[in-house]
């Protein structure tokens, strides 16, 4: 990208000032040059890409289910979620029912990562705008969410358990019970941060009234997620269009008209409330007993005991493992709602054993987008919030 | 669920050929998904009728992306992704385009959000946009050769490494 911005009319005394791509504000490497009159902005221009691994090429190269490991690495606070929209997306692809106890699981395990990513969004948000202790509570009880993962996954960050007609493996026995030590401890611990933020002087100083956009604006430049919910539009893929069995559970959609960075603040805070909501019915719906996996020959792998003691069984699990499976031609489009916004999954099929195409819409990518709308006109200080209340993921922009 | 899904297609469809007789081309469903081929040269007039009908709503345009299915011929197929949030519907708007003549009018000035989607397939598919306010690169380099998500275009390893060799020894300006 060329290093010069077109200069505004009568731009005689404004100044170039190129912010990125490695400041800490900027949640990873994002470049933003701005142009500056005074310390007003005047012209914001993004300049992304430093992150960009190919991700999608590299899905074509795979097979259907090895290219959910490269799913993890995109938005890298959310990996759960977009192992879910993967798999949800050649699940439709292939025409295949999930059992309940799974999507139950599913649905528990991507509220507790909705949890943790907002925990992580509410520390750096905090600490870029000079409050420090946030952050270190924030990452005190993400700690624990990353715990319960390494206890179910084996892995605190990079799941990948979310595996195409199920989950990876049985979650150990006692896990429920640390889920619920977790619940029972988080609406206290929301409120000691709201208690931090929510009153304070300097933070509604740096938050109210900045980084407005309008409910029509949002939605023209496709925003979503607690940005547009801030915005005063209730657009939510779990209720809208329920996917994983979300249509059984009971959860306030919060929205509010502000549409500044102490709405969208709020918003966060009280859908992580929310989120405890469907966690605590999960963990009394999950039933005890019961397939983790669909059975579906040929696609999904068999049980450890069936391919060791049944010819068939062995002869699918080889074929699984080294050829894929073929689903049939055509393409399937799922949203869900990421703690970011909607995470939407294209894949379309040739019907041979690697996708056609991939193609990840990520929310952090076009949420981005609106970035100059929000901080043109505002002061320099307030980049840094705006930036921050967008809740970007570099990994998930540049993918 | 999939009975009311091709009920809202047929909504759709309804809508657009009762406006004009030729505007699509091409209805096709699956998995409960309604794609709908519509002509290049309709397609920012068939946008536009999706974006203001009263029927339609469909006012958030989530996805644009692009397959690459050479060697076959028209290898593009651009597909967008409209959601109409009043009417809880999603449809996607598809037109395909041949390799030697990548061309298609820009939905910007229908949907303000399709900036940065045409600039990744510009910049990955080497699809021009006409009308764009701001067509660049966005993901890769402004000097990068080449556009990687094509299928001809190797995963692994240089496409052509003398190409590449000669321009690691030209002399910088």
Redesign the interface.
Known sequence: MSTTVETATGAAKTMVLNMGPQHPSTHGVLRILLELDGETVVKAVPDLGYLHTGIEKSCEDKTYSQAITLTDRMDYLNPLGNNLVYCLAVEKLLGIEIPKRAQYIRVLLVELQRISSHLVWLGTHAIDLGAMTVFLYCFREREEILKIFEFVAGQRMMTSYIRIGGLALEPPTGWLQRVEKFINMMPSRIDDYESLLTGNRIWIGRTKGIGYISAEDAIALSMTGPTLRAAGVAYDNRKLFPYSSYEEFEFDVPVRTDSDCFGRYMIRVAEMRESLKIVRQAMSKIPSEGPIRTEAPGIVPPEREKMKTEMEALIYHFKIFTEGFSPPPGEAFVTVESPRGELGAFVASDGSPKPLRVHFRSPSFINLQALPKLIEGQLISDVIACIGTIDIVLGDVDR | MTENTSQNANVVVDALRSWSANAISEVSE??G?T?IVVARNVLRTVAERCHQDEKLQF?????A?????FPMEPRFEL?Y?LVS?PR?Q?V?LRVRLSGDDAVVDSLVPV???????ER?IFD?FGIRFTDHPDL???????DWEGY??RKD?P?EGYRDISAIATRYTRPRP
Request: with cysteine; hydrophobic share 40%; charged share 30%.
């Open positions: 699956f998995r998904e794609t006012n958030l345009l989530t996805d992306t692009c397959v690459d299915r597909n992704h949030i809880r999603k996607r949907w303000p959000g399709a900036n940065w989607l990744e990955l660049r690169r966005i993901l890769l380099p402004d990687p998500l275009y995963v």
